[in-house]
């Protein structure tokens, strides 16, 4: 990587990751540095993609997605795995791991009953494992 990240790049990581909707204006002001120079440090993160986007957070639970799980899933069909998590709703990540199992799934649903019809139609593809998550502790860490 060409582009060191300083600890002035930091910072303005930093506040964009508690709040992407910040404004150029605000950064400077935080910082103490003129929003035509926080403007160029952003455009050049997101150049070299170290910043490589921006979103907002959901409140699950008051969408009728509070019920997380992790469903371990061993399957030789990968791509039809791939293609049904890209269709299924329930889907928040998919990730190849190693293993005894192949594929990690995380699918937020609004009930136990639905997840069991979730897993009903991952069986064609394979065995798989559930683990319900109990308490989220936290998610989304920041990282810097």
Same mark, same amino acid.
């Given at each position: 990587?060409? #582009? @060191?990240?300083?600890?002035?790049? +930091? %910072? $303005? &990581?930093?506040?964009? *990751? #508690? #709040?992407?909707? &910040?404004?150029?204006? *605000?950064?400077? %002001? ?12 952003? !455009?050049? !993160?997101?150049?070299? +993609? ?12 008051? @969408? ?6 992790? $469903? /371990?899933? +061993?399957?030789?069909?990968? *791509? ?5 998590? %890209?269709?299924?709703?329930? =889907? ?11 594929? /990690?799934?995380? =699918? *937020? ?5 639905? /997840? ?5 139609? @991952? =069986?064609?593809?394979?065995?798989? %494992?559930?683990? $319900?998550? &109990? ?8 990282? @810097?």
């Amino acid at each position: 990587m060409d #582009h @060191l990240i300083d600890d002035i790049d +930091k %910072k $303005i &990581m930093q506040l964009l *990751q #508690h #709040h992407a909707r &910040m404004s150029i204006s *605000q950064i400077s %002001k935080e910082i103490s540095m003129s929003q035509p120079s926080v403007k160029e440090r952003i !455009l050049k !993160l997101e150049e070299k +993609k170290i910043i490589s986007g921006y979103g907002t957070v959901f409140n699950l639970r008051e @969408l009728n997605r509070g019920t997380t799980t992790f $469903i /371990l899933i +061993k399957t030789e069909r990968c *791509q039809e795995l791939v293609d049904f998590c %890209k269709e299924a709703r329930e =889907v928040t990540d998919l990730f190849r791991i190693s293993g005894e199992f192949n594929y /990690l799934i995380q =699918v *937020q649903t609004a009930s136990i009953e639905e /997840l069991a019809e979730f897993q009903d139609s @991952l =069986v064609e593809l394979g065995p798989s %494992k559930s683990h $319900i998550s &109990m308490k989220n502790i936290f998610e989304n860490r920041i990282l @810097l």
